[in-house]
């Protein structure tokens, strides 16, 4: 349906009536001295265009515009069904390592061998889609945090910016610290707006604390001061065979893994530490985060709007047009 926003401002429709009623007309002004024989043509086709005709042509044509001008400015609108959101109360964190241990190649997906940051890129990027009425945001760390994506309700984007995301971008080194940090201090200019909302921090990590100006275990106390929950993931296999001149050995490609700080900082925030070896390990992490922290459906319901003064406005401005080329 269409619906005007401002239905008061038709009053001003009677105008013209009120000024042609109560201003003085204008006076014709006084015929030229000089005559010109070379402008009776011109002459000719003043007069023509001066004929009753034409006039009441042109005071029908000026009042329809005044009438779509003022339409135009009432600002009417065309009001769409109601549609229902889905909204659950959560702001969502996701803190994805970027350190150059993440380029270590021992996760398999669809038959190859993948790093860490593409299998993390593709296991998150589906629980972001999932996360249907949760505002999401965006760290990525190394040497330094930084915020890539403010929490928002676009996934789409989100994920397009994870996925954008290259080794090494924020740095070689890894500043757990820093990130758990940075989320506090965004989480909580939220909190600021909304006292209700929970808030909750997914950290994705393959090593230690090893940069960064704040130590661990202190952001994690910030971030239990502040109400935020903490879920750490340490990824990374714990064996992998490589080939060398002395033939085939094991090695433990996650022995930089501070599993007892990141354990540490879960517990610190009521959150869960969690291990992932392969693939199929993270994706269930990932299923398990979606139970222990659900989309809460509470609906929240919008009408869509969409102006249409521009029509009105538009035809009106080529009526003016017209009446002043008659």
Known sequence: ???????????????????????????????????????????????????????????WLALFAWFLLIVATARPQWIGDTVEIPASGRDLMLAVDLSLSMEQEDFEMNGGIINRLEASKA??????????????????????????????????????????????????STAIGDAIGLAVKRLRKAKAKNKDIKKVLILVTDGANTAGAIAPLDAADLAAHEGLKIYTIGIGADEMLVRSLFGVQRINPSRDLDEKTLRAIAEKTGGRYFRARDTQELEKIYALLDKLEPVEHDPQHYRPQKALFYWPGGLALLLALIVCLI
């Open 123 to 172: 296991v998150v990027g589906d629980f972001i889609e999932r996360r249907v009425g949760d505002r999401i945001g965006l760290i990525l760390f190394g040497e330094r945090a930084y915020l890539q994506a403010p929490l928002t309700f676009d996934r789409k984007t989100v994920r397009t910016l994870l996925e954008e995301s290259a080794l090494g971008l924020a740095g070689k």
């Open 1 to 59: 349906m269409i619906e005007f926003q401002w239905p008061w401002l038709f009053l001003l429709l009677p105008l013209p009536w009120f000024v042609r009623r109560l201003l003085p007309p204008v006076e014709s002004g006084r015929s030229a001295a000089l005559r010109v024989p070379l402008l009776d043509d011109l002459r000719s086709l003043g007069a023509r265009a001066n004929r009753p005709e034409t006039n009441r042509f042109r005071f």
